[in-house]
């Protein structure tokens, strides 16, 4: 991705671009409550709401998608042409801070790009087991369900271990670390580290949020953080090598309590994860760094049945207690 000359930003003001958005959101005619908006290549709109996949059957004309991408990626001081088709972005916190990706032509056939809306609100632990998330997790070789399961994990941030959430996009990882660590934390000194700012901790006055930027990047945020005197610090997603090492480190040097989350298939497999990201660094990465840093994984997943998605907790692992060698 290449940075663009600041004029172009400078000229794209957010009323032109809160123009071309409330022009999609326009076709949702409710936008409360909608966690994501995807205009696909072929111009077709759909929504995901209240967890359900919705089909606006609409057709937006290619020529206003990619209105809304040239000024979103302007605004942000960014370069979309032929040359470098996809840009990751977020929204104005005037519009919702959302996340987005979008893709142009040659990489699709035609504009595209998918907006995930940050929750307006945090759900609480006992509508998130209200609603089946812990219905039956595995825990141990054993099956815990709903209150036990929770119990479980306010256990473990009570006795400052740290908890990896595990799961695909959209599984709902965030929302049960929003959840947990938004009512178990009342009075620490906790620094949140997000490139979307989706984590709201307004019950513990003491935190402090850092924002990433394409100059920026999590391992910078890490580092800083480190200076500034936390009790624990929360990184929204672990995508590379280079801040996978630094948290665990930071982990182990007087810092546990915190939390992460990781794009995984599985409990075990967001430890191969985390493992294979540190091999972007090093050839032979060190697994008792990972064993000793990581206390518990969580992982989550995302099933669909219909137009309904549902997202659960389905297994808890304690790392102290997986084989390596088996990864």
Do not use: W
């Amino acid at each position: 991705m290449h940075e663009a000359g600041t004029g172009l930003a400078a000229n794209t003001t957010e009323s032109s671009l809160a123009y071309f958005f409330r022009y999609f959101l326009d076709y949702t005619r409710d936008s409360e409550g909608l966690s994501e908006l995807m205009v696909n290549p072929d111009g077709s709109l759909f929504i995901e709401k209240d967890g359900c996949l919705t089909d606006l059957e609409t057709r937006v004309p290619p020529e206003k998608t990619l209105s809304f991408i040239n000024l979103l990626a302007g605004y942000r001081g960014f370069v979309v042409d032929r040359d470098h088709p996809s840009v990751p972005m977020r929204l104005p916190g005037t519009l919702g801070g959302g996340r987005v990706q979008a893709l142009i032509p040659p990489v699709v056939q035609g504009p595209t790009f998918s907006i995930r809306f940050p929750p307006k609100k945090r759900k609480t632990i006992d509508e998130l087991v209200d609603t089946g998330t812990f219905n039956r997790v595995k825990y141990k070789n054993q099956r815990i369900r709903n209150h036990e399961a929770a119990e479980l994990l306010k256990e473990a941030i009570a006795e400052k271990k740290t908890v990896l959430f595990a799961g695909a996009t959209s599984s709902g990882k965030t929302t049960i670390l929003n959840a947990f660590y938004g009512e178990c934390i009342t009075n620490e000194r906790l620094f949140v580290i997000e490139d979307v700012p989706e984590l709201i901790f307004d019950g513990n006055k003491n935190t402090v949020y850092l924002m990433t930027q394409h100059n920026y990047s999590t391992r910078d945020a890490v580092f800083d953080t480190m200076r500034l005197r936390p009790d624990r610090i929360i990184v929204g997603e672990i995508r590379d090598g280079k801040t996978a090492i630094e948290l665990c480190k930071c982990f182990l040097t007087g810092h546990p309590g915190g939390a992460s989350s990781i794009h995984a298939d599985s409990a075990r497999g967001a430890l191969s994860r985390l493992k294979a990201l540190m091999q972007e660094v090093v050839q032979a990465p060190d697994e008792n760094l990972i064993k000793n840093a990581v206390d518990y994984v969580v992982f989550v997943n995302r099933k669909v049945s219909g137009n309904k998605i549902m997202r659960e907790v389905e297994e808890i692992i304690d790392v102290s207690a997986v084989d390596f060698d088996y990864l």
